[in-house]
């Protein structure tokens, strides 16, 4: 008895109309079927880029310099998006950064990222790291791990994105090589969209309604 | 949702195509190849070329080792946690996708847009057997609210104005708004949402399938991939076997194209990297990953050369976008879920050409298709291979035509190619005509050909181009002369011996 008819059908099939008699044991993907790596600019010059491209999108980027800095926009967040509760990846970058402290000062409730999912939906909030960037397509690379709930960039009606400018890559095909390790790798490049009603580009349908990204400059985190 | 169907009539099809359409499909296609040539250009035209050829390169070497690469990516999806399953055709699929449902005694099922769902019908199989089954893209939902099918691939309500979609979510939600885009979005969100949280399975299928990962990419704009990835406890994708890219570098060249040619965007909002079901908890994700690889015909379009570029396909709709007929007409005109120059070598190969012969002829051959397309996918020669498919049949399937428009294009070709016959053919359709003849047009025609002078008059055949250059100079005129009586003489010799055997025959008959 065969236990996989289907699997094998098809992939008999596929050998016999590629005119195959055995299993190919070796493919290597030709050298004109790849592209050079895109040459990055300077660190300033990819900073700005990245921000502007995340602004074209509709989302609102912020280039921080201090502590200081970073503790004034967050009380300018709240207060713009009247956030009540937030939520947060419990990484030791962003915990570093004191951000869950100073959003309790500001009177936001701080739900865990591993609550009910009902709860994650209620929050106004959801602020996370980033794991990488590319400046030439203002593009975020979110992993996943328990560390890092995929649903804190999902649920929440607001998503904020803090990181480091080292974490700049110069392009799409370095930032592949290192997706090998994860269950789930999100790419967000500007906020959740659409043009289904007659072309009309409409900002935040299922996804978080606004992105905020800040890049915060590293020398200032102690 | 559309339904398989069982004969495509193009013809018809068209005449049923409502005036607002090609305006509002127009409107839409305009936007789409202006904002794409805008990202063309930061890119550069000679970088750009060089993606499209790489794209062309990867894709076909996948398309030539598709076996391999198949077998890769069950394993390293089985190595990652994941169950892979195996479809024979449409039938088959549903019926994986169903078991799955029922062993998990699932109820509520949210999906992603899909076009290889919506070529088997699953949805249709889902409903029939008790589970509600929701399209959550905003331009899905609202096709399924109207209970049609998607009209581009892209914007599949694009056929529907804002004024329409209002009076649907009144009628069919019970919900009274505005006819502005934001508001019936916000309105879609909110209902969705309550569905997503409650949904026991999402549905998705699969724009890349990275051989060497076992990773499923899924490349969206709205966030509803990722709601249907990430809350529901079972996660199902539906692909065709020809989804499958070799490694994670080949991306670096297929991701650039896809976007920037489908929508004009340089990265979509969303781009999903799933590899098997969550490993813990805490990081959210579904619990049980399954993928069902479809065949559903693809295997036969991968037995001709020509025609198995077809499966280069990346999806993006650029070629529906450029294309001057798909402009007029939309996308329900071709009958089924794949519209555009790509319905028309994809369908007669996925539902045979008997059911879909009209299709390869949609098209005036100009190009712009292939042109833009960016895995170089050789649209035109397609055309005309499957043209020949429907006429004189061939390896892969049979003529289909009537037999006496195959020997009518026989019979065409081969007076084509003889000058003299050519000659003679072209003096006796000027007398043929005349009876139809009413000043330069013909207005109507005798069986079978008034299927052209129903839709439009055709132009009467009128003076003889050679004939007036050879008339030219007196030498000419002397030949032309001759070449008139010859005709003359031999017209009038054959009808005197059709004549004279017409005679005899009645005189045996006697």
């Not at chain 1, 570093?96 to 939906?121: C, F, K, N, W």
């Not at chain 2, 691939?153 to 019970?174: C, Q």
Request: with cysteine; hydrophobic share 40%; glycine share 8%.
């Amino acid at each position: 008895m065969n236990k996989h008819p289907a699997r094998d059908e098809i992939l008999g099939q596929v050998r016999a109309a590629l005119g195959r008699r055995a299993e190919t044991s070796v493919a290597n993907v030709p050298a004109s079927a790849r592209v050079g790596p895109r040459q990055a600019g300077d660190a300033n010059g990819e900073i700005e880029m990245l921000l502007g491209e995340i602004a074209k999108l509709g989302g609102n980027p912020r280039h921080l310099e201090s502590k200081a800095d970073l503790e004034a926009a967050l009380e300018n967040l709240v207060h713009e998006e009247g956030v009540k509760k937030a939520t947060m990846w419990q990484t030791s970058e962003l915990k570093e950064l004191g951000v869950a402290e100073y959003l309790g000062t500001l009177g936001v409730e701080m739900i865990s990222p591993h609550a009910d999912r009902d709860q994650l939906a209620d929050c106004d909030l959801g602020v996370t790291g980033v794991d990488a960037a590319l400046p030439e397509t203002g593009t975020l690379v979110l992993r996943s791990n328990p560390e890092k709930p995929r649903l804190v960039s999902l649920l929440p009606r607001v998503h904020l994105a803090i990181l480091y400018p080292p974490l700049l890559d110069a392009d799409l095909g370095t930032v592949l090589d290192k997706l090998r390790d994860d269950s789930c790798v999100t790419f967000i490049t500007g906020p959740s969209r659409t043009s289904d009603i007659e072309l009309t580009v409409t900002i935040g349908v299922h996804g978080p309604k606004a992105l905020h990204v800040w890049i915060v400059e590293k020398t200032d985190r102690s | 949702m559309s339904a398989i169907p069982t004969h495509i009539d193009f013809r018809r099809n068209v005449q049923s195509v409502e005036p607002q359409v090609p305006a509002s499909v127009r409107k839409a296609t305009t936007r789409f190849l202006d904002t794409r040539a805008a990202v063309v250009d930061v890119i550069g035209q000679e970088s750009w070329q060089a993606l499209r050829q790489a794209g062309h390169d990867v894709r076909l070497h996948t398309i030539n080792h598709l076996d391999y690469y198949l077998a890769r990516l069950e394993e390293e999806v089985t190595r990652a946690g994941g169950h892979v399953h195996w479809a024979r055709d449409a039938q088959e699929a549903n019926r994986i996708v169903l078991e799955i449902a029922q062993e998990h005694r699932v109820k509520r099922v949210v999906k992603a847009k899909s076009m290889v769902t919506e070529e088997i019908g699953l949805n249709r199989t889902l409903v029939d057997a008790g589970v509600q089954t929701l399209e959550t893209d905003l331009g899905e939902y609202i096709v399924q609210l109207a209970g049609t099918g998607p009209s581009h691939i892209m914007v599949p309500a694009i056929h529907l104005t804002k004024e329409g979609i209002a009076d649907l979510f009144r009628e069919k939600l019970g919900l009274d708004a505005l006819p502005e885009a934001a508001r019936l979005a916000a309105l879609a969100r909110a209902q969705l949402r309550q569905e997503f949280l409650a949904a026991d399975m999402g549905i998705t299928g699969a724009n890349f399938l990275v051989a060497e990962t076992g990773t499923l990419v899924l490349v969206t704009n709205e966030g509803n991939g990722r709601m249907c990835t990430t809350l529901p406890p079972l996660h199902v994708a539906v692909a065709g076997i020809d989804k499958v890219v070799p490694d994670l570098e080949s991306l670096n060249v297929l991701l650039k194209l896809l976007p920037r040619s489908a929508t004009g965007q340089k990265m979509s909002a969303y781009t999903a990297f799933i590899t098997g079901p969550r490993r813990t908890e805490e990081e959210n994700g579904p619990k049980e990953f399954h993928l069902v690889l479809l065949d559903n015909g693809r295997t036969i379009i991968l037995q001709d050369e020509i025609t198995r570029e077809t499966l280069l396909c990346i999806r993006c709709g650029a070629c529906l976008n450029v294309c001057p007929v798909y402009n007029h007409v939309g996308g329900h005109a071709y009958g089924f879920a794949y519209s555009g120059p790509i319905g028309a070598i994809l369908l007669p190969q996925l539902v045979g050409t008997k059911v879909a012969a009209d299709l390869p002829f949609a098209s005036s051959l100009c190009g712009a298709c292939a042109d833009i397309c960016p895995v170089k996918i050789p649209i035109v020669e397609i055309l005309l291979r499957l043209r020949r498919r429907v006429v004189e049949g061939d390896t892969v399937e049979p003529a289909v035509s009537p037999a006496t428009l195959r020997l009518g294009v026989q019979m065409v070709a081969r007076a084509m190619s003889i000058p003299w016959l050519y000659d003679l053919a072209g003096q006796l359709l000027r007398i043929a005509q005349a009876p139809f003849r009413r000043g330069a047009w013909l207005p109507s025609l005798p069986p079978p050909l008034n299927r052209w002078t129903m839709a439009r008059p055709l132009p009467a055949l009128r003076a003889d181009w050679r004939a007036a250059w050879r008339r030219r100079t007196p030498e000419g005129r002397t030949r032309q002369r001759r070449i008139r009586i010859a005709l003359v003489a031999a017209l009038a010799s054959a009808a005197a011996y059709v004549g004279w055997r017409l005679i005899q025959r009645q005189d045996r008959g006697e």
